[in-house]
Each structure stands twice: as C-alpha cells, then as structure tokens.
C-alpha cells in the first residue's frame, strides 16, 4: 500500500519558520522526483518546490525561492521542506507528490495545513 504522510503544518506568526515532513512507503522512493504542491482556499493548487531522485537537482517557484528549501533523506524515505520568512499568502494546505514517468499522474499524500496570522 502506498503512502505518503506530511506532517509539520501548524499556525505561524508572519515571519515564523516551519519545516514539513513527508514521510513514504509502498514504493521505491528513491527513484522518484519528489514534489512539494500547496493549495490555498479558492486557488488551484500550484507547484511549490521539486527534487530529483537523489537530491542533486532542485527547482522552486519564484514565489518561494530564497525562502523555501526542500531536501530528501533516502535512507529515511523522507522529503522534507523548510519554510523561513512565512508570509500570509503562504498559508494553504501542503502536499507532497510522487510523480510518475509519464505526467499522467502520481503518488499523493493527504495535506497539512499550513497558516500564517498574526
């Protein structure tokens, strides 16, 4: 069965940091790209940071470059990503995704929910 489980989300202050989890199981981890995806109320959900099998290669939104770093643990099929400098418009619910090869689809994980208020 496979799954991917996030965790971290939480309620931030504006300027406030947190670092989400995603933890995976059921498949070969470490030969998939790994996504990070967000979707705030009302919005498509949009693409938040990305990284290669083994880690070498990442890319971010621009929304998010210099704020967000995202990264893996092979050996603990883990994907993580540490947000800095959290704006309001930063919170929505955050998923991780597993793609697959071909783009018709992937792997998902059930959301945390991440809000920014003061």
């Known amino acids: 069965q496979v799954q991917l489980v996030e965790s971290g989300g939480g309620l931030v202050q504006p300027g406030g940091s947190l670092r989400l989890s995603c933890t995976a199981s059921?498949?070969?981890?470490?030969?998939?790209?790994m996504r990070w995806y967000r979707q705030a109320p009302g919005k498509e959900r949009e693409l938040v940071a990305s990284?290669?099998?083994?880690?070498?290669?990442?890319n971010y939104a621009d929304a998010m470059k210099g704020r967000f770093t995202i990264s893996r643990d092979n050996a603990k099929n883990t994907m993580y990503l540490q947000m800095n400098n959290l704006k309001p418009e930063d919170t929505a619910v955050y998923y991780c995704?597993?793609?697959?090869?071909?783009?018709?689809?992937?792997?998902w994980g059930q959301g945390t929910q991440v809000t920014v208020s003061s």
């Open positions: 995704n597993a793609p697959f090869a071909s783009s018709l689809g992937g792997y």
């Open positions: 059921g498949f070969t981890f470490s030969s998939y790209t």
């Open positions: 990284i290669g099998p083994r880690g070498s290669a990442t």
